[in-house]
């Protein structure tokens, strides 16, 4: 016989049927990239996938002020898209038009009664603010890249080394500070030297964070637990003077009493 363990045999009999691991939530961001979820693709879970003519092709593309300028097109007509479904929806909200596909599949649940496998599905509003956040910064992204490519077009290396050494002496001669100094070299669109990326980082490091408008340096903390301390100590003797009193007319009332 085979030390093997017996498998459990399945009581609704036939084979058991199998399944693509992604649970009870298809859309969990766990599972984007399992085959078979669809949102893989979106988010570019298959990449490494791509046949290699692809890859190639893709590879290839220019990051071309032309190109940039494409993408920034493509960019703002998926926001469009988006602030139209939102509109939308809002405006099926107020009219309460809302129907079972406007909502977003969340999770899929299966459960088992009576012998049969039913599926119910748990939709939740889609999250238009999370979508609109995520093109608004794509858009400024790709809009700096394209401004910052225009600007080095237009500048042969000789004279952005030359725009880039005059941003540095005047910043030397107005005493600016190296982080100032590498944001004007940025916004003429020219990159940060190494050096002054160090001096950046260095400066940085011993930059404290600045404290509240209303709070209390070590000094002021100390007088005011100190006052606090004796306001605590006087409170206690008046008490303890105040027992004595009480004590005293009690005592005074006792022998008016027994008179």
């Given at each position: 016989?085979?030390?093997?363990?017996?498998?459990?045999?399945?009581?609704?009999?036939?084979?058991?049927?199998?399944?693509?691991?992604?649970?009870?939530?298809?859309?969990?961001?766990k599972n984007w990239f399992l085959p078979g979820?669809?949102?893989?693709?979106?988010?570019?879970?298959?990449?490494?996938?791509?046949?290699?003519?692809?890859?190639?092709?893709?590879?290839?593309?220019?990051?071309?002020?032309?190109?940039?300028?494409?993408?920034?097109?493509?960019?703002?007509?998926?926001?469009?898209?988006?602030?139209?479904?939102?509109?939308?929806?809002?405006?099926?909200?107020?009219?309460?038009?809302l129907a079972h596909s406007d909502y977003q599949?969340?999770?899929?649940?299966?459960?088992?009664?009576?012998?049969?496998?039913?599926?119910?599905?748990?939709?939740?509003?889609?999250?238009?603010?999370?979508?609109?956040?995520?093109?608004?910064?794509?858009?400024?992204?790709?809009?700096?890249?394209?401004?910052?490519?225009?600007?080095?077009?237009?500048?042969?290396?000789?004279?952005?080394?030359?725009?880039?050494?005059?941003?540095?002496?005047?910043?030397?001669?107005?005493?600016?500070?190296?982080?100032?100094?590498?944001?004007?070299?940025?916004?003429?669109?020219?990159?940060?030297?190494?050096?002054?990326?160090?001096?950046?980082?260095?400066?940085?490091?011993?930059?404290?964070?600045?404290?509240?408008?209303?709070?209390?340096?070590?000094?002021?903390?100390?007088?005011?637990?100190?006052?606090?301390?004796?306001?605590?100590?006087?409170?206690?003797?008046?008490?303890?003077?105040?027992?004595?009193?009480?004590?005293?007319?009690?005592?005074?009332?006792?022998?008016?009493?027994?008179?």
């Open positions: 016989m085979s030390n093997q363990p017996r498998k459990k045999p399945n009581p609704r009999g036939g084979k058991k049927r199998k399944t693509d691991g992604r649970g009870k939530t298809p859309g969990s961001q979820n669809q949102a893989a693709v979106t988010h570019g879970g298959y990449v490494s996938e791509l046949p290699p003519e692809i890859a190639e092709q893709a590879a290839e593309l220019p990051s071309t002020p032309e190109h940039l300028a494409e993408l920034i097109q493509l960019e703002r007509g998926r926001l469009f898209m988006v602030l139209k479904k939102e509109a939308e929806w809002n405006a099926k909200v107020d009219y309460n038009a599949l969340n999770e899929v649940v299966a459960r088992a009664s009576n012998g049969e496998k039913q599926t119910t599905t748990k939709r939740v509003r889609p999250d238009f603010e999370a979508q609109i956040d995520r093109l608004v910064g794509r858009i400024g992204y790709l809009v700096l890249e394209h401004t910052r490519i225009e600007r080095q077009l237009s500048l042969t290396g000789d004279e952005a080394a030359a725009l880039r050494k005059q941003i540095i002496d005047q910043g030397e001669a107005e005493a600016w500070s190296c982080t100032q100094i590498g944001l004007e070299i940025e916004k003429r669109g020219l990159e940060v030297p190494f050096t002054l990326q160090a001096q950046i980082k260095r400066e940085l490091s011993f930059i404290e964070p600045e404290e509240p408008d209303n709070g209390l340096t070590d000094d002021e903390l100390e007088r005011l637990s100190d006052e606090y301390q004796q306001e605590a100590t006087s409170e206690q003797q008046w008490l303890e003077a105040r027992h004595e009193d009480v004590k005293a007319i009690h005592g005074a009332n006792q022998k008016r009493s027994a008179q």
